[in-house]
């Protein structure tokens, strides 16, 4: 959600070094937590290096381009026109080994939120975007020179009510994005490479609340597939929130749910400055070059306690899932949060999460984002990896990992080498400040 309407005498140096060095040692020992990956990048910031950086979204294409697109607060360098928060584009065309610098995508006179952007996997190259623009609409944007010029249009306007959160699917000439209206979710479709959209509500009679879409994507045979959070209108902190997976045959005319998983009701965080329900149960999607679809989610069993991270998959269009499965080695009782998934070629699914397996040398958990990939589907694992690493210079990221979330999501995608990028938002609290940290590996 927006955050509006939705940053330390040798001798001494030498005994803190000590000191931090075995409380690592003890931590790890202790919790039997995973080493950083060794086989990934150190984090490193990416986007503008003034302001504030959070949400950030991400995809791959088959030429070596990977992108980033992420909400500017503050402001955004050689552009005085542009206001808080602007949608930013951040793209290397060297398979993440270097970075162009950030600049905005539309300048507009209202605020842009809630990134969204993803590579057509039918030609590997057309880059769509989408974001809602100030509250009353949604953007979807397309490239077809690697990101460099991009057509625009308003695939909904609803001039009289707020809408949130749009998250964005394609393939092909079928493009979708979902927002929530109200109180229903609803879905945007265009047929013909994003020029027009007609809308259909995608939870009828869903009841009073707030319905969020969180993951989407479409298969070989064009199934869409959106999954989606049906939480109470009031008590979000009380109330349990179900999780869903909707798909559509034809094309997002008529939808069919299936509950996967009911959650309780996630722990507040007023502590970090939080809104109700930050920590809540989502859902994130994706589909394979088979055709299997892939969920990883967040969910708790005792109403404001922790939540753990769960996995499931379908081989039959959504038909029927597996039983979920606890993907997390953190003990019981860590709060996990956010997940992302992407996923490839067939049975190739990698999945990251944050949790606060670790605390800092006050004993208070701290946040860092975990990894693990599988090559058979989600039979089997691989063992744990940690993305996030220590940086010097931000009073929020501290030698055992980063004190909040900067957002409540982040992504992943799988480049044409075969490489696995990821890029999350890291802060203080849940205001500000924070930034956006990327990594790269296997």
């Known amino acids: 959600m927006p955050r509006s309407s939705c940053h330390f005498h040798i001798a001494a140096a030498a005994v803190r070094r000590a000191v931090i060095f ?5 931590a790890l020992a202790i919790l039997a937590v995973p080493a950083f990956a060794a086989n990934f990048t150190p984090q490193t910031r990416l986007g503008f290096t003034t302001g504030d950086q959070w949400e950030p979204a991400m995809a791959a294409d088959t030429h070596g381009h990977v992108y980033i697109l992420f909400p500017q607060y503050g402001a955004v360098p050689q552009c005085s026109a542009c206001i808080m928060p602007t949608m930013a584009l951040v793209t290397s065309s060297d398979n993440g080994s270097s970075w162009d610098a950030p600049r905005p995508l539309l300048v507009s006179t209202t605020g842009q939120f809630d990134a ?15 974001w809602m623009q100030g509250p009353h609409d949604i953007v979807v944007a397309r490239s077809q020179d690697f990101g460099r010029s991009w057509y625009f249009t308003v695939a909904e306007h609803s001039p009289d009510v707020d809408i949130d959160k749009p998250v964005l699917a394609v393939r092909g000439p079928n493009i979708y994005v979902s927002f929530n209206h109200d109180q229903t979710l609803s879905v945007a479709a265009s047929h013909d490479y994003a020029q027009n959209f007609s809308s259909t509500v995608l939870n009828p009679g869903a009841g009073p609340g707030w319905s969020l879409a969180a993951g989407a994507t479409v298969d070989l045979v064009g199934n869409v597939y959106f999954s989606w959070a049906a939480y109470a209108r009031t008590d979000l902190l009380t109330r349990p929130a179900e999780v869903f997976v909707s798909r559509s045959a034809d094309g997002g005319r008529t939808w069919s749910a299936t509950s996967l998983d009911v959650s309780s009701a996630a722990p507040g965080c007023p502590a970090q400055l939080c809104s109700p329900g930050f920590l809540g149960s989502q859902m994130a999607l994706a589909s394979d070059d088979a055709g299997v679809i892939y969920a990883l989610w967040n969910s708790g069993s005792i109403a404001g306690g922790p939540q753990r991270i769960y996995f499931s998959s379908s081989t039959n269009q959504g038909g029927s899932w597996s039983a979920k499965v606890d ?77 909040f979330p900067f957002g409540n999501l982040f992504s992943m995608a799988i480049d044409n080498v075969g490489v696995t990028h990821v890029v999350w938002g890291e802060g203080r609290n849940y205001k500000s400040p924070g930034s956006i940290w990327y990594a790269r590996g296997r």
């Open 22 to 26: 075995l409380g690592w040692f003890f």
């Open 116 to 130: 969204q952007i993803k590579v057509d996997p039918e030609d590997g190259q057309t880059l769509y975007a989408s």
């Open 327 to 403: 993907i997390s080695n953190a003990p019981n009782g860590v709060e996990h949060c956010f997940p992302a998934i992407t996923a490839g070629a067939a049975g190739d699914v990698r999945i990251a999460w944050m949790d606060t397996r670790k605390v800092d040398n006050d004993n208070h958990p701290v946040w860092n984002t975990f990894y693990r990939t599988s090559t058979n589907g989600g039979a089997i694992w691989s063992a744990e990896s940690q993305l996030s690493s220590p940086v010097h210079g931000y009073d929020y990221i501290l030698p055992m990992g980063f004190l």
